[in-house]
């Protein structure tokens, strides 16, 4: 099994509004991949709620092999899904490790 961790900040210049549009948004587009990519076993996005945090946002996720995160990682929606996220973050931040 492999997990896939990545954290990002909301870009600066976004609202509080838009900030948690954008969430909701980051949150939908990516759990419509869950649904249509093979071999991943859970997939969630956090949208974060305490100041002891210093990211806005993650994606924790754990698929069965190192090649279904490869296709999750190519696979059109999450493109699509990606798109979307770089164009309302900063600070990305990924872990990958197996278990």
Same mark, same amino acid.
């Given at each position: 099994?492999?997990?896939?961790?990545? &954290?990002?900040?909301?870009?600066? #210049?976004?609202?509080? *509004? #838009? @900030?948690? *549009?954008? =969430?909701?948004?980051? @949150?939908?587009?990516?759990? /419509?991949?869950? #649904?249509?990519?093979? =071999?991943?076993?859970?997939? !969630?996005?956090?949208?974060?709620? &305490?100041?002891?945090?210093?990211? !806005?946002?993650? &994606?924790?996720?754990?698929?069965?092999?190192? *090649? /279904?995160?490869?296709?999750?990682?190519?696979?059109?929606?999450?493109?699509? /899904?990606?798109?979307?996220?770089?164009?309302?973050? +900063? !600070? @990305?931040? +990924?872990? !990958?490790?197996?278990?």
């Amino acid at each position: 099994m492999v997990n896939h961790i990545v &954290l990002w900040n909301f870009k600066p #210049e976004l609202s509080t *509004e #838009e @900030r948690k *549009e954008a =969430g909701a948004t980051i @949150r939908k587009n990516l759990l /419509a991949v869950k #649904e249509q990519a093979e =071999g991943v076993i859970s997939l !969630d996005v956090v949208i974060n709620e &305490l100041e002891s945090s210093n990211k !806005d946002i993650a &994606l924790i996720s754990s698929f069965e092999t190192v *090649e /279904a995160l490869q296709a999750y990682q190519i696979h059109p929606e999450h493109i699509k /899904a990606s798109a979307y996220v770089k164009s309302v973050t +900063c !600070d @990305r931040a +990924c872990f !990958d490790y197996c278990v």
